[in-house]
């Protein structure tokens, strides 16, 4: 089963992300911190993380590059989950090492589906 790390601390956008994806057959597992998102990355392998930008920790650029930083993740797809406007979006997730970005709140269901197969190279 494929596994997706979501770090995002806030529960609602979570919750949505997680509902979709496990009704779709992902594994998913969830932490509300760069740090315990770290621990996890190292603990469950996912095959791809979500990645929310600002975390009451550090932010999304912090966690990816700690990330990147060891030969085991720099290949993992990181796709930052933002509700940043587009533009501003894919400027910050090339700066942080990010594969993409997806918007949030989730809107259109099959989209968001499609983008994390995209990712995934499905």
């Known amino acids: ?8 601390d806030v529960f609602d956008n979570f919750e949505l992300a997680h509902r979709i994806l496990s009704s779709h057959g992902y594994d998913v ?14 603990q469950h392998r996912p095959d791809l993380i979500l990645l929310d930008l600002g975390l009451p920790d550090h932010d999304g650029l912090t966690l990816a590059s700690w ?8 290949t993992l797809p990181i796709v930052a989950f933002t509700a ?3 533009e501003t979006a894919k400027q910050m997730a090339e ?13 259109k269901v099959k989209e968001f589906l499609a983008q994390m197969d995209s990712f995934l190279g499905k």
């Open 29 to 42: 597992i969830h932490a509300e911190t760069a740090e315990s998102g770290f621990q996890l990355a190292f």
């Open 95 to 107: 700066s942080y090492g990010c594969n993409g970005f997806v918007t949030k709140p989730i809107v």
């Open 84 to 86: 940043w406007p587009p």
């Open 67 to 74: 990330l990147r930083a060891d030969p085991s993740f720099r």
């Open 1 to 8: 089963m494929t596994k997706i790390l979501i770090v995002e």
